[in-house]
């Protein structure tokens, strides 16, 4: 999942800082999510597959399709 979401956010050319703020926080505290370091808590899951507009699946990994639909 951690390798994922820092996909997801490289594919769109943003940095930790600019997902960060979105989700209302600092970007040390989203750096851990994508390290590993802390658990992605289940809000914050939802905000990305929204914001990356694919599923929580493919976040976590269940799937390889990140397309929402598939």
């Given at each position: 999942m951690y390798k994922r979401i820092?996909?997801?956010r490289e594919?769109?050319?943003l940095n930790q800082t600019q997902v960060a703020k979105m989700?209302?926080?600092s970007q040390t505290g989203y750096s851990k999510y994508e390290t590993?370091?802390?658990d992605v808590p289940?809000?914050?899951l939802i905000k990305l597959a929204h914001f990356y507009d694919t599923s929580t699946d493919y976040i976590l990994g269940l799937t390889d399709f990140p397309?929402?639909?598939e």
């Open positions: 820092r996909e997801l594919d769109k050319h989700l209302g926080m590993g370091e802390n289940t809000t914050i397309d929402k639909y």
